[in-house]
């Protein structure tokens, strides 16, 4: 059976063995650090009391505090957010932030919930899980179905019970209260700037190159458009309602106004309608899976028609399709590669706030680009030279770098 945690693990047994690391190394990266799962006692606006189910794991501080963004989701269960907390310490190693890595999910649909409740349901989780959380223990960050203000009041329920205000304890905040120029778009500037270089190395003229991004959220929205600014036909995309073709490519301003009036992609005049598992298999250059895990699986992988595939989401192809696509001759850009924008920009915002000193977007930029685009040359490198696919090479670059931190720092007591 496939999982999000199977694979994970899988992944890493893989690297285990290509780096001829030892049982007790694999057994120590597999493991998460620490583990809490907290009830959520949710007063509704109707009066009744409603019991949720909150985690926060830290999979690993081996390297330095552990970061990794907090998931509201009805899926949301201990085994997926331990999966999502290990390819956040994989992301930083791999990026060379100076973080472990970390996740959090709450078991809830957001979308049934007022602001109000979810206010209350994100200072209750904040508060039951503050012994863990903090600048330089952990730092949570935006997710699926959370935002910006779910970091406002994640950062002023922190501070309140620290009697001071601590602007470094989550990022992904409002530019008004700490948050970092450049955040926001952060994930989709990174997965298109891989994905521009990607496209390069398949000897593909972006500007001649077409491209289907599933999800228009945090990550597919942005995505959508930087494709369309640097000349790829975006020819359909998606959201959890279903999705929008168009065989020139798709207006993507004109798109996002209709999201924006609307709240989703569906009914937009300038396409026809798609579904989404049919967007998948869409006669593409580039596949930007950018919504959640498991998208691209055993049953459908041998349909992908796209070159190449990036992933905007966590885990959007599972461990079975991943073999698939490789032994098809796919070119796959890993989750902790491309879509590691979004972390590198929150420690930018770390270090902005810890230093109280804050960068122009076009600094965030820069050193945006360049950290994408060094870790894709280091990867792209290390892949050829070693002859394996991109996600082994990535990930056996970051498990490296985290097991050399455990050796050096040894074993206590
Ligand atoms: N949730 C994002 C991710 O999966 C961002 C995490 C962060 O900024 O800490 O990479």
């Not at 990607?198 to 190159?209: F, N």
């Not at 596949?287 to 959640?292: E, G, H, I, Q």
Request: aromatic share 6%.
């Amino acid at each position: 059976m496939s999982s999000p945690l199977v694979d994970a693990r899988r992944q890493l047994a893989d690297a285990v063995k290509l780096l001829g690391l030892d049982r007790g190394t694999f057994d120590l990266l597999a493991t998460p650090r620490r583990e809490l799962t907290v009830c959520i006692p949710l007063r509704r606006d109707d009066g009744s009391v409603e019991i949720i189910t909150g985690h926060r794991v830290q999979h690993n501080y081996s390297r330095g505090p552990a970061k990794g963004g907090l998931r509201y989701s009805p899926q949301v269960d201990l085994d997926e957010v331990r999966a999502l907390a290990m390819w956040m310490t994989w992301k930083c190693a791999l990026l060379d932030v100076p973080y472990g890595g970390a996740k959090g999910g709450v078991a809830i649909d957001p979308r049934h919930y007022s602001a109000a409740e979810l206010e209350r349901v994100t200072r209750r989780y904040t508060s039951e899980i503050s012994p863990l959380i903090g600048p330089a223990h952990d730092i949570p960050a935006p997710d699926i179905g959370t935002d910006e203000q779910t970091m406002a009041w994640m950062m002023d329920t922190y501070s309140v019970g620290r009697g001071h205000t601590v602007l470094g304890v989550v990022t992904g905040k409002p530019i008004s209260l700490g948050g970092s120029l450049g955040r926001a778009t952060a994930t989709s500037r990174g997965v298109v700037h891989v994905a521009l270089e990607a496209l390069r190395h398949l000897d593909l003229d972006p500007t001649r190159s077409s491209a289907a991004v599933q999800g228009f959220g945090k990550v597919g929205r942005g995505a959508s458009r930087f494709l369309g600014d640097a000349g790829v036909t975006v020819r359909a995309v998606s959201d959890q309602y279903g999705g929008v073709q168009h065989a020139d490519g798709l207006d993507v301003a004109a798109l996002e106004a209709h999201v924006d009036a609307t709240g989703s992609v569906v009914g937009f005049a300038g396409g026809e309608p798609i579904e989404n598992d049919d967007l998948l298999e869409l006669d593409v250059d580039l596949l930007v899976p950018a919504a959640v895990e498991g998208v691209i699986h055993s049953g459908n992988a041998d349909r992908v028609r796209a070159q190449l595939v990036v992933e905007g989401a966590n885990g959007p192809t599972t461990a079975d399709a991943d073999a698939v696509l490789a032994q098809r001759g796919v070119t796959v850009v890993p989750d902790i590669l491309a879509n590691a924008g979004g972390v590198i920009v929150s420690y930018f915002e770390w270090v902005q706030a810890n230093q109280a000193y804050w960068w122009t977007e076009g600094e965030v930029e820069e050193r945006l680009a360049a950290r994408m685009t060094t870790a894709w040359e280091h990867v792209l490198e290390y892949a050829r030279r070693a002859d394996l696919t991109l996600r082994a090479a990535a990930t056996s670059l970051a498990v490296k770098r985290v097991a050399q931190a455990h050796v050096q720092r040894g074993l206590y007591p």
